[in-house]
């Protein structure tokens, strides 16, 4: 007989409340730098922020942030993320900025 399981009696959730703060100071780290560059004349080849490269630096599997998206904190740190995501797109285009996917230096 196979039995549906009980709502938590799955495995314990890896998420912790410090992961929100981490995403979200990843975001702020990468756009300061992004800042800096800028300032610095650099216009090509900035480093784009996204959450599969904060996913490679923390060491977690890539389907983490879907799994405890269900947490209002870190929920709110995946909207900055996309919020962040797309100023960054729309600056890209008014200042004729350049971005790139390698990881970021944060």
């Known amino acids: ?3 549906a399981s009980r709502p938590g009696a799955g495995r314990p959730s890896s998420y912790k409340p410090e992961r929100a ?3 979200r100071g990843y975001f702020e780290g990468t756009v300061k730098r992004i800042d800096e560059l800028v300032a610095a004349g650099q216009r090509e080849g900035l480093p784009f ?5 904060w996913c490679r630096k923390e060491g977690l599997e890539r389907r983490a942030p879907e799994r405890w998206s269900k947490e209002p904190d870190f929920r709110a740190a995946l909207d900055y ?3 962040v995501q797309h100023e960054l797109n729309e600056r ?3 200042a004729g900025l350049k971005f790139t996917l390698k990881e970021s230096v944060t």
């Open 21 to 23: 703060l981490s995403l």
């Open 49 to 53: 922020p996204v959450v599969a490269a």
């Open 1 to 3: 007989m196979i039995r």
């Open 81 to 83: 993320a996309k919020r």
């Open 92 to 94: 890209a285009v008014g």
